[in-house]
């Protein structure tokens, strides 16, 4: 299936429309304000289109996953083509983008997250050209991880999204932005070279027969490497559970972990989400932690099913752990937004310990919880800065009484607050249902000890509750003004979603069941998972 538009296949326009936005924020004069910000809101809103279309034209039958005549909407073309280079011989990197029931959710929620982060930032007045251009460039990053199949180019828009983003937090976040910013580069930079090194492995040890002349060449293609037939016999990464498989598994594992982040790597994210802007709290609980997981899913798992079956044990026990620790960190915090921090670290470990099941329900429930936790923790951290915009604290024991001051507001809050801790109607519950229930197969007492989790998620957010919105409102809050236009703008649709797939799933889980057990099929295929002895 190919989509395209001035022969330009449609995927390629999602991906670097936001860059025209850019190019064109960066060529209006500075003092034009209200000019650059509809030029962004406009380059995401096409992006959105786009998007919408894809999901209506997204065939639901087609699995992907290891085969690329499933994958829809493909591209691929010849980017880098060297053919003498002495030893090493031929390098051949393509530009390869198509998307399946793994990557279109993702897609869907980037494009709908970064529209709402430029709405977010309509009250930015510091260097707004910048700041703009900086998360339209972000934008661009982020949709690339989602929709390449080309390992390079994957590592390509997974660096890209690095540089803007340190960026946008040291320039325009709060008073330690510095050491956020630096913490987070650093953290980042250290799984990219983990990456980057399994990356050239995996080159040297994969070659596939070129499409022309039928010779053997070395490729990036993530597809090519899930096949073990294309392995060469004396190459570094040949042969199912051998030692340098398992130690590529753990480096692209640690790679992606940082990004989730997983425990003992989560130290960067309550730093980040405190300092950056609301927009930048938005997009990294919204979409960046999720390309951890979704490189799990489509890169590391996929490409060494062997090790991926081998560490199911620890991967479930740092989902237990994230998932205990996250919530008892989060209930022991004052600050509102490091609050909803630490809740990311607790809620992404349900997707660890859904994956780690390895059956259709956890691996559905993993990818449904991204989809979910992207929408309502977008709302929790949007919530924040609309009291920040007006307060100038994040203190959770400088408010109270806010539901009769703000009652919009804090009805908004109420939905996003009990979705996040599961409540049935509203989309978290779906999501937590499939992989706790997919967990219980496979880990059955690291998932009882993990349900502890709910408890604790209940009594922090329900406590938030009553010292924020409950109570006697203090005198200086008095004249607090409720929730604006703009402000519901960006709420309401992530409230109508919440909602709507708490009561009707469908939408969503239809695009994710056949590529779901097509993943779960071909990792138990190679391996018959005669390590968990099943």
């Not at 289109?49 to 065939?59: A, E, G, P, R, W």
């Not at 109508?496 to 993943?519: F, Q, R």
């Amino acid at each position: 299936m190919n989509n395209n538009f001035l022969n330009i296949g449609i995927l390629t326009w999602m991906t670097f429309i936001p860059v025209v936005g850019m190019i064109a924020v960066l060529l209006v004069p500075k003092e034009q304000k209200t000019t650059i910000r509809w030029i962004s809101l406009g380059a995401t809103i096409v992006q959105l289109i786009f998007s919408v279309i894809i999901y209506t034209n997204f065939d639901r039958s087609l699995a992907g996953v290891n085969n690329a005549a499933t994958m829809q909407f493909v591209e691929r073309y010849s980017w880098i083509d060297i053919k003498s280079v002495e030893w090493f011989g031929r390098i051949h990197i393509e530009y390869f983008l198509g998307i399946d029931g793994i990557s279109v959710p993702m897609v869907l929620l980037t494009a709908l997250i970064s529209f709402v982060a430029v709405l977010s930032s309509w009250s930015i007045e510091k260097s707004i050209k910048g700041y703009f251009a900086l998360l339209l460039l972000l934008d661009t990053g982020m949709m690339g991880v989602f929709v390449s199949l080309d390992f390079f180019l994957f590592y390509v828009f997974w660096e890209i999204m690095l540089l803007p983003m340190y960026f946008l937090i040291g320039i325009w976040g709060g008073p330690r932005r510095e050491y956020a910013a630096i913490k987070f580069f650093i953290y980042t930079l250290f799984g990219s070279v983990l990456m980057l090194l399994v990356l050239i492995a995996l080159y040297f040890s994969v070659s596939i027969p070129d499409a022309s002349t039928g010779e053997l060449v070395h490729t990036f293609d993530m597809i090519a490497m899930m096949n073990p037939a294309n392995y060469e016999a004396n190459s570094l990464l040949f042969g199912l559970n051998t030692s340098w498989r398992y130690i590529a598994y753990v480096g692209l594992f640690i790679g992606f972990a940082i990004k989730v982040p997983i425990f003992p790597f989560h130290t960067w994210l309550p730093d980040a989400h405190v300092e950056a802007p609301t927009a930048i709290s938005v997009i990294l609980a919204g979409v960046l932690l999720k390309m951890g997981t979704y490189g799990l899913m489509r890169v590391a798992m996929p490409i060494f099913p062997d090790a991926a079956i081998y560490y199911l044990y620890p991967l479930a026990f740092l989902g237990f752990i994230n998932i205990v620790y996250g919530a008892l960190c989060a209930m022991a915090q004052t600050d509102f937004k490091k609050l909803i921090a630490y809740s990311s670290v607790s809620h992404m470990g349900i997707v660890l310990l859904g994956m780690a099941a390895l059956n259709t329900q956890g691996m559905i429930g993993a990818m449904f919880q991204m989809f979910n936790h992207g929408t309502i923790t977008a709302m929790l951290f949007l919530i924040v800065g609309v009291i920040y915009d007006r307060t100038h604290t994040r203190g959770l024991n400088d408010f109270g009484g806010l539901m009769n001051q703000m009652p919009k507001y804090s009805a908004i809050m109420v939905i996003a607050f009990f979705a996040a801790l599961g409540l049935p109607g509203l989309s978290g519950f779906v999501s937590e249902v499939f992989s706790f229930l997919g967990a219980f197969q496979t880990f059955r007492w690291i998932t009882i000890a993990s349900t502890l989790g709910i408890v604790l998620t209940a009594g922090y957010m329900l406590w938030t509750l009553q010292r924020v919105f409950l109570g006697e409102l203090p005198e200086k809050w008095k004249s607090l003004t409720d929730i604006n236009n703009r402000e519901l703008i960006m709420l309401v649709p992530l409230a109508i979603i919440v909602i709507l797939l708490g009561v009707y799933p469908t939408p969503i889980l239809d695009l994710m069941n056949a590529s779901a057990n097509e993943l779960v099929d071909f990792i138990k295929g190679e391996n018959n998972l005669t390590i968990l002895g099943q």
